[in-house]
Each structure stands twice: as structure tokens, then as C-alpha cells.
């Protein structure tokens, strides 16, 4: 089984065609997660756009200009990963029944005195009500 990052890999590092060493290849190869992680870099990112403007071209096609147009190059990009919400945000949305965002606006606001009073009125037993 071949992974994402064994085609990022082969696409922006070691050149080696991957679809022609296994003919398998090709069920794990999925050209969106591939332009994900080639958008990750600033130097890749036009590449990764210009696929996105050609969502239904073939997989060894979109593979192969890839793996050939982009330079020879060792990239070490961070994924972007999603913020974990504090407790504090949970509570308010529970609280005022707002979404994450409004809850994060609207924490923005209070002052820790008024999120004590919020705390101490959705405290049940040492756990948050679930209204």
C-alpha cells in the first residue's frame, strides 16, 4: 500500500514513478490530498492550484505533471491542523446556545467574573449541563 506522503515524497523529492513499479498504485492515489499537501509549500502552491482547475483529469496524468514539472527539491511543510476549542468556548455555546464562532466572539466579551457566574450556573455535579 502506498501513502500519501510516499507520493509527495516521489513527486517533489526522488522523482521515481511510483504508478510504473506497482499498477496497484492507483486505488491509493487520490489527487486531492496530493494537491493539499503540495499547497502546504510556497514554492508548489501554483502547481497544486493549477490541478485544482482540472478536477477530472486522470490520476497518472495529474501524477505524472506533477512529478515532472515540479522541482527536485527536500520540502519539510507543517499540515495545518484544525484549533481545539477551549472549555471556556464550549460552555459558552452551551450556555447562550451559540455555534463555535458566535461562542468565541461572545468569550471575547465577557470578563472572568461573569464567566465564573456562567461556570457556576452549568455546573451540575462537576460536569457541563447538556441542555
Same mark, same amino acid.
Given at each position: 500500500?502506498?501513502?500519501?506522503?510516499? *507520493? #509527495? @515524497?516521489?513527486? @517533489?523529492?526522488?522523482?521515481?514513478?511510483? *504508478?510504473?513499479?506497482?499498477?496497484?498504485?492507483?486505488?491509493?492515489?487520490? %489527487?486531492?490530498?496530493? @494537491?493539499?499537501?503540495?499547497?502546504?509549500?510556497?514554492?508548489?502552491?501554483? +502547481?497544486? @492550484?493549477?490541478?485544482?482547475?482540472? %478536477?477530472?483529469?486522470?490520476?497518472?496524468?495529474?501524477?505524472? *505533471?506533477?512529478?515532472?514539472?515540479?522541482?527536485?527539491?527536500?520540502?519539510?511543510?507543517?499540515?495545518?491542523?484544525?484549533?481545539?476549542?477551549?472549555?471556556?468556548?464550549?460552555?459558552?455555546?452551551? +450556555?447562550?446556545? +451559540?455555534?463555535?464562532?458566535?461562542?468565541?466572539?461572545?468569550?471575547?466579551? #465577557?470578563?472572568?467574573?461573569?464567566?465564573?457566574? !456562567?461556570?457556576?450556573?452549568?455546573?451540575?455535579?462537576?460536569? !457541563?449541563?447538556?441542555?
Amino acid at each position: 500500500m502506498t501513502t500519501l506522503f510516499d *507520493f #509527495l @515524497n516521489s513527486i @517533489n523529492h526522488t522523482k521515481e514513478d511510483l *504508478f510504473a513499479n506497482d499498477s496497484e498504485c492507483v486505488k491509493d492515489y487520490v %489527487p486531492f490530498l496530493v @494537491n493539499r499537501g503540495l499547497s502546504m509549500s510556497y514554492d508548489t502552491i501554483m +502547481y497544486a @492550484n493549477e490541478m485544482n482547475l482540472r %478536477p477530472n483529469i486522470d490520476k497518472q496524468w495529474h501524477y505524472d *505533471f506533477l512529478r515532472v514539472a515540479i522541482p527536485k527539491r527536500k520540502r519539510y511543510n507543517k499540515w495545518a491542523k484544525k484549533d481545539t476549542l477551549s472549555d471556556d468556548v464550549l460552555l459558552v455555546s452551551q +450556555y447562550y446556545k +451559540y455555534n463555535k464562532e458566535q461562542a468565541v466572539k461572545a468569550l471575547s466579551l #465577557l470578563n472572568e467574573e461573569q464567566l465564573n457566574i !456562567i461556570r457556576h450556573k452549568m455546573d451540575i455535579g462537576g460536569m !457541563i449541563k447538556n441542555e
